[in-house]
């Protein structure tokens, strides 16, 4: 199957139902996504999937056929995002990391804290305490 | 420029937020194989027969007889089998190891395992079999109690909890030059070096013990490494091949260690005027089938049970005990969490009795510079117990809230803490640990077996480094922590990482530069090639501890901090909302703020969990909620804002004065809600305080 | 233990016909949509289908309009559409309230109604709403179209009425001039599964559901009745408490759901000033 990742046309050979997540760490060779529970609940495993921040463990990767696939690699490394969360202390193991950038994306420009800790509540962090992530995004 | 104090750059932070870093799941090797384990599903019972109706080609099988070495996990004891032979103790213990190139193959195999059931403990109170058991006494405890007019009396239990790492526990083991490397996500390399020696009988220069980016730990990947270690290597030594093990998370809940469940009682004397007079303490804690670390979270646990108070009479009675649960093992704090939770709630309890304002009758009691602890320790000038419990008090606003809250549903609750740095007792002086630094190309390079885990352990070092020795802080590089090329720094735990390894590296520093005279260490490497300087840890003068009584310094420090929680009740729900926190803790000295606020705002956030929402479920044995579904920690919306206040009272024997940071700040919040909860007069003496509890509560209080 | 993604099949039709007439011709393949309940089932092992049916790329099917008066909303509809229709926000608010309320952001982009209420848990948030609401489960096959009063479509415990040549197209939500009124209790104040949840419309003919009470989620037809007569709303909570069955669970207590149940009534009455 062929599908847009980052920007880049990929051709997999992977069945239609396995994990959006196994697709792009496996097949794509992209491991910037990381597998926290396979059950939705951690986050770690957010991309976006045309422009919408979902979990890869969840999607089979026949919806991601002909739509625009983002993960962390696809920021480049210079985002501004990326540049706050490294300056703040907003990684600490940073196994959560990619997947709160990754959902922090989604945000409206400028945004408030109930505005980032509503964006942010499908992604558990457990070194934080998340106020480093929200001092993050906040000033990013 | 001095870098030790500023927020200088995290070492790690560019591969953390670009995805790069390298997780051992995101490691492959060529002709690796994918690995399962396959476990018991009763509780207590004998293997009959193991069958493997499947086509084995394609196939690596191991199962107990494959150990060259001793079936054990080498730790305190060794009476934990890597392989289950005959008797199952626990659920989820490992029986049968697979290995397969497909993934897939690995799913579709299917082994089956007949047992005879046999009867299982699960209740710790019902165990005779005892684990470890200690007294720590102090004056004549019934003598004092038959004289004083108050006694309060409680029984306090709070739960296991499990560490929730997001990435779960996993390995990759290599076979290579006739020996075996292990790469893999974990705290305390040499733990699974030992262990991998003792298992496979290999001689010690065989095997290679490699850390790779590790997401997250708490404990919960201090010991159970060297389980998986091992079962990847008997794996990989059979099949020649790589194996790689990574568990998901329903096996890494179902399996690995928990913190221990715990019943703490209290009968303590007291005037009517508020001191204290006598504690007596009974502590049980569940140790789970096998004696893994229990001995020692016993003791911290024990030692920390009397809290950060004077009191001539004290005795501690502790004892941890057997069931057939899966082991509990080592999580940030390591069994102070259970004991000060337990006595601070007390402690509430007494000042209600006694009709006393919470945070007058810890004043009238919290130990000065000076004063002995439970065990007899004098505490040193950088005991701040009564400057953090004003501070928070004054911050928070406790008063004048105390009064504006009453009758509302909203309740404010503090709690005094305190803990040990470093090992227990002499631990420090048995492990020896050892860190080094070699000058290298760019400057000097850190040689230690100490893991960062997010906690940010290489910035911290690098910075001492920077500063002992006088240069930059981008000159200092760590290596990578493998045990073929580092010295053993003893394991990454127990709030020593900093105090401990750091003041040795401080000490290499300050030989080195004595070494190297007035040059760069670049410098001094391109004019006489590498310079290594190794240091072993130096027992502090005056420390004296006996194993046997349990008298003397349990630790070279204490750290101290006043929590203050504000909650709000959900009158229809029952539910509690955190609102705000206030957190004033004295660490010695912040090497790092923006670290030390990191370390205090997640332990809180996780200490939040503790009191209110994380709950195993365990049923016949088994954690029966093991999914993060069921299992639930805090979000974002469940952590309250918080005010961080870094206190620093330097202590002479940690590098730049300080002390211990990473666990202490799990200890206060519980008993902060709890209290808070109390304030909304809800008598509440067990964790979680789910509001199933609350509403049971609410029935008779009130 | 994850089933394995390569022993899975999807049959990926073209349009809403096609999909019906493979399913007709195969009644034993799954359905799926957003898959947020499907996937957290292949990854623990527990879902037993191997055969899956791919709803997701059928565009029709997510539609949220008028018709006659009724909001109908497709099937396909994600919790996070939804919560941006101006039609639903503006007619039965409650409805976006509960999709809000359906686990993270990421959950929300993904999850449908169609794939809440066919599976049928009676934990699902959006259910008590469709309840209350009284809406109509629209089901499709490549013969017929059946329109299913929402409270007769639930059997059992994860049982309907739909038959396995059928789909879910559509619900259709009458108007709802009156008092609406939603709650979820999760104890986790983001990304819970529903310990209890609550839907009630008030004025004449009020209506009451729970979800996570029973094996289904339930109308609570006595408390109803009692509302209806004029009883006051401490009674009626009596009467609720009585009304449902909740269980003892990993997650909760009979005993505290029952409470709660009735302290929930108490408040739609406080808050709505009846
Ligand atoms: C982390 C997480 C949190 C969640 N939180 C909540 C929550 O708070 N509240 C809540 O209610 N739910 C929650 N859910 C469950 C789930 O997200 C919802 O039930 C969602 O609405 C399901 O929709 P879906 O499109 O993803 O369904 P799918 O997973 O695609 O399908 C679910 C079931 O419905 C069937 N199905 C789907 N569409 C149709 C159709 N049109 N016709 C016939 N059958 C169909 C499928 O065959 C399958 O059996 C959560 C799930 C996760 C993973
Ligand atoms: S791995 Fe996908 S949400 Fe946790
Ligand atoms: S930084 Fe470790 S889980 Fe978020």
Redesign the interface.
């Known amino acids: 199957m062929r599908l847009r990742v980052n920007g880049r046309e990929m051709e997999v050979d992977a069945p239609p139902m396995t994990r959006l997540l196994d697709v792009l760490r496996i097949h794509c060779e992209l491991p910037g996504t990381k597998e926290g529970c396979g059950e939705g609940e951690c986050g770690a495993c957010t991309v976006l999937l045309d422009g919408e921040p979902v979990c890869a463990c969840l999607v089979p990767a026949a919806h991601a056929e002909s739509a625009e696939v983002t993960t962390i690699e696809g920021l480049g490394g210079e985002h501004p995002l990326q540049r706050a969360f490294a300056e703040h202390g907003a990684a600490q193991c940073g196994i959560c990391t990619p997947g709160m950038i990754m959902a922090a994306l989604a945000l409206p420009p400028s945004p408030t804290l109930d505005d980032v800790r509503v964006a942010l509540a499908g992604n558990i962090c457990r070194c934080t305490g998340y106020h480093a992530i929200y001092r993050a995004i906040l000033r990013a | 420029m001095p870098v030790v104090g500023t927020n200088v750059p995290r070492k790690d932070a560019a591969e953390k937020v670009t995805g790069s870093a390298k997780y051992v799941d995101d490691l492959a090797f060529p002709g690796m194989l994918h690995a399962r384990t396959i476990r018991s599903t009763i509780a207590r019972g004998r293997i009959r027969d193991v069958r493997l109706p499947f086509d084995r080609a394609g196939y690596t099988v191991v199962d107990y007889r494959d150990i060259p070495g001793r079936n054990a996990v080498a730790l305190i004891e060794d009476d934990q089998p890597l392989l289950v032979e005959r008797e199952i103790r626990h659920v989820a213990e490992p029986i049968v190891l697979l290995a397969h190139q497909d993934r897939d193959a690995l799913l579709r195999a299917r082994v089956e395992i007949e047992c005879e059931p046999l009867e299982a403990i699960f209740d710790p109170q019902q165990s005779v079999q005892v684990l470890k058991d200690l007294r720590i006494v102090k004056g004549d405890v019934d003598a004092a109690l038959a004289r004083t007019d108050v006694i309060v009396e409680g029984e306090y239990r709070t739960g296991h909890q499990e560490q929730l790492y997001i990435e779960p526990n996993g390995v990759i083991a290599v076979p290579e030059n006739g020996g075996i490397t292990v790469y893999g996500s974990l705290q305390c390399p040499f733990y699974v070096h030992k262990a991998l020696r003792i298992a496979l009988g290999f001689p010690a220069d065989r095997i290679r013990v490699v850390q790779t980016e590790t997401g997250g730990g708490f404990g919960g990947k201090e010991e159970y490494p060297s389980v998986i270690a091992a079962h990847a290597a008997l794996l990989a030594l059979k099949s020649k091949r790589p194996v790689k093990l990574v568990y998901d998370r329903l096996e890494d809940m179902l399996a690995t260690t928990k913190r221990h469940p715990s019943i703490v009682r209290h009968r303590t004397g007291v005037t009517r005027d508020g001191d204290l007079v006598a504690m007596d303490i009974d502590v049980l804690m569940d140790g789970g089938a096998y004696v893994t670390l229990s001995p020692v979270v016993l003791s911290r646990g024990a030692i920390h049970a009397a809290g950060p108070y004077r009191c001539d009479h004290v005795r501690i009675a502790a004892r941890a005990v057997a069931t057939n649960t899966p082991p509990n093992g080592a999580f940030r704090g390591f069994g102070a969490p259970q004991t000060q939770f337990a006595l601070e709630v007390h402690m509430e309890r007494i000042a209600e009795t006694l009709g006393m304002d919470p945070a007058r009758f810890r004043e009238l009691n919290a130990l000065r510079p000076g004063d002995t602890t439970a065990t007899g320790q004098r505490v040193e000038a950088d005991c701040s117990a009564l400057q953090v419990l004003e501070q928070a008090a004054q911050r928070s606003d406790f008063h004048a809230k105390r009064e504006r809250y009453a009758g509302t549903n909203r309740g404010i609750g503090l709690a005094l803490f305190f803990h040990g740095a470093g090992f227990t007792g002499s631990g420090e002086v048995t492990l020896a640990s050892r860190a080094a630094l070699a000058t290298s190309e760019r400057g000097v390079r850190i040689l230690v077996g100490s893991a960062e885990i997010g906690q940010g352990t290489r910035t911290m070092h690098a910075q001492i480094v920077a500063d002992s020795l006088g240069i930059p802080y981008d000159d200092v590089e760590t290596a990578l922590p493998d045990t073929s090329s580092v010295p053993d720094s003893g394991p990454t735990v127990a709030s020593r990482t900093c105090m401990v390894v750091g003041g040795i590296l401080q000490r290499c520093a300050e030989e080195l530069r004595a070494r190297i005279g007035d040059l760069h260490p670049a410098e001094h490497f391109r004019r006489h090639g590498p310079t290594v300087v190794t240091k072993q840890y130096e027992p502090p003068h005056g420390i004296r501890w006996d194993d046997d009584t349990y008298r003397g310094d349990a630790y070279a420090t204490y750290a101290w901090a006043c929590d203050v929680a504000e909650v709000e009740m959900d009158p229809d729900t029952y539910e509690i909302r955190p609102i705000h926190f206030t957190a004033v803790q004295d660490i010695g000295k912040a090497i790092h703020p923006t670290l030390v606020a990191g370390q205090i705002e997640g332990g809180t956030a996780q200490g939040i969990g503790y009191a209110l929402l994380e709950e195993v479920v365990m049923r016949d044995g088994a954690m029966a909620n093991a999914q993060m579904t069921n299992y639930l920690v805090p979000t974002t919306l469940d952590t309250p804002t918080m005010d961080v206040v870094i206190v620093e009272t330097p202590s002479h024997h940690g590098p730049f004065g300080a002390k211990g940071v990473g666990e202490m700040p799990i200890d206060g919040p519980a008993p902060a809600i709890v209290n808070a909860i109390r304030h909304l007069g809800l008598d509440i003496r067990q964790i979680p305080a789910t509001p199933e509890r609350i509403a049971e509560a609410a029935c008779v209080s009130v | 233990?994850?089933?394995?993604?390569?022993?899975?099949?999807?049959v990926?039709p073209r349009s809403v016909d096609d999909a019906l007439r493979s399913i007709a011709d195969d009644p034993s393949l799954a359905p799926?949509a957003?898959?947020?309940d499907v996937?957290?089932g292949?990854?623990?092992?527990t879902f037993a289908g191997t055969r899956?049916l791919?709803l997701?790329p059928l565009e029709e099917l997510r539609e949220i309009g008028i018709r006659n008066g009724a909001i109908s909303i497709g099937a396909l509809a994600t919790h996070?559409a939804i919560q941006e229709s101006p039609a639903v926000v503006s007619r039965v608010p409650i409805l976006a309230a509960a999709c809000r309320e359906i686990?993270?952001?990421?959950?929300q982009?993904?999850g449908t109604l169609g794939g809440n209420v066919a599976n049928g848990s009676p934990a699902g948030d959006t259910l008590p709403v469709l309840a209350v609401a009284e809406a109509v489960v629209v089901l499709r096959s490549a013969t017929q179209e059946r329109r299913i009063p929402f409270t007769s479509f639930f059997t059992g415990y994860r049982q309907t009425v739909r038959r396995p040549d059928e789909l879910i197209v559509a619900f259709e939500l009458p108007p709802l001039d009156q008092v609406q009124w939603f709650?979820k209790?999760g104890?986790?104040?983001?990304?819970?599964?529903s310990?209890?949840v609550m839907a009630v419309v008030g004025g004449e003919r009020p209506r009451v559901a729970v979800g996570s009470v029973a094996p289904t989620v339930i109308r609570c037809t006595r408390t109803e009745a009692a509302l209806a007569g004029g009883a006051t709303f401490d009674e009626a909570s009596r009467i609720v408490e009585s009304e449902v069955q909740p269980i003892d669970d990993?997650?909760?207590?009979a005993?505290?759901r029952r409470?709660?149940c009735g302290?929930?009534l108490?408040?739609f009455g406080t808050e709505t000033q009846r």
Not at chain 3, 42 to 45: D, H, T, V
Not at chain 3, 103 to 107: E, F, H, P, T, V
């Open positions: 233990m994850r089933t394995a993604a390569a022993s899975l099949d999807l990926r799926i957003g898959c947020t996937f957290v292949l990854n623990a092992g899956f791919d997701w996070t686990g993270g952001a990421q959950i982009n993904r709650r209790v104890t986790r104040a983001a990304q819970a599964i310990k209890v990993l997650r909760s207590t005993d505290y409470r709660v302290n929930l108490r408040r």
